[in-house]
């Protein structure tokens, strides 16, 4: 007699096919939510961790920087891995994080203070007026024009000036405020310039712009230490920065995630 089951056994085998397939599509489908909910969690992490810009330094200079310091007196980029790490961790759902840190980064520091030249020509050129007593034009009048807006000198202070005659410190470089001051006044005294600002400006315009970003440079330091960041330190403030991350899921073993982000000069 003629057995009546072949139905059935291709139905099992059929079903046995799709579980697997449905199976495998549930898993694939569950991996890539895990991933996309990993990846919004490091998304969000970093734009916290830039969102710590110093916003003194921002407001008195111009300039976006992570201050690793976080007003404190010390400093290194492992403190923003851990703001980072943090920040991953307190948002994570069942997905575990293995580890977090910083792979690459560029401080404020590097290439002789570029970073600060490019704020400050980038600055000036949206929201400053050349200044009418410079001669020259181009990017050099541009950030002459950005030191003279923030810095002051002994006729005409600024309003939150770090020394007596910051201009003075900026072309003389001396450590005593009243030295930088004194040599000023008599080097005007043996010029033709009608005025002591006119003179400052004529001297800027020769000074090598090398020397005043890094005069500049001190000068953004000392005013930080001295308003709120006693461990400010442009070699350890950064405005491009890559994070990394490894996490594991229920779904999954260990993978990594990579983000990097930077200000860009114009600022926000």
């Known amino acids: 007699m003629k057995q009546k089951g072949e139905i059935t056994v291709f139905l099992v085998l059929m079903l046995s096919v799709l579980s697997g397939f449905i199976l495998t599509l549930a898993r694939s489908v569950k991996i890539c939510i895990s991933k996309s909910e990993a990846a919004y969690v490091a998304d969000n992490a970093v734009k916290s961790c830039f969102a710590e810009y110093n916003r003194e330094l921002f407001k008195r200079f111009h300039i976006l920087l992570i201050d690793s310091s976080y007003k404190t007196a010390d400093h290194g980029r492992n403190r923003i891995a851990d703001h980072f790490s943090s920040y991953m961790e307190n948002s994570m759902g069942r997905d575990k994080l293995c580890h977090a840190g910083i792979s690459e980064c560029r401080s404020a520091g590097e290439g002789n203070g570029q970073y600060i030249y490019d704020c400050a020509i980038r600055y000036a050129k949206e929201n400053l007026n050349t200044d009418p007593g410079l001669h020259i034009s181009g990017e050099k009048a541009q950030f002459l024009t950005y030191l003279l807006y923030v810095?002051?000198?002994?006729?005409?202070?600024?309003?939150?000036?770090?020394?007596?005659?910051?201009?003075?410190?900026?072309?003389?470089?001396?450590?005593?405020?009243?030295?930088?001051?004194?040599?000023?006044?008599?080097?005007?005294?043996?010029?033709?310039?009608?005025?002591?600002?006119?003179?400052?400006?004529?001297?800027?315009?020769?000074?090598?712009?090398?020397?005043?970003?890094?005069?500049f440079s001190i000068l953004v330091?000392?005013?930080?230490?001295?308003?709120?960041?006693?461990?400010?330190?442009?070699?350890?403030?950064?405005?491009?920065?890559?994070?990394?991350?490894?996490?594991?899921?229920?779904?999954?073993?260990?993978?990594?995630?990579?983000?990097?982000?930077e200000y860009e000069p114009e600022g926000i």
């Open 221 to 261: 330091t000392e005013y930080m230490r001295e308003n709120g960041s006693p461990g400010f330190d442009l070699n350890e403030c950064y405005y491009d920065i890559t994070f990394s991350a490894t996490v594991k899921s229920d779904a999954m073993k260990e993978y990594n995630l990579t983000r990097r982000y």
């Open 151 to 215: 810095c002051g000198n002994d006729d005409i202070p600024r309003e939150g000036s770090v020394r007596r005659g910051e201009t003075e410190y900026l072309l003389y470089g001396l450590s005593s405020d009243d030295e930088n001051v004194r040599w000023a006044h008599l080097d005007h005294m043996e010029t033709t310039e009608s005025s002591y600002e006119e003179y400052l400006i004529r001297r800027l315009e020769k000074e090598d712009t090398d020397v005043l970003i890094q005069r």
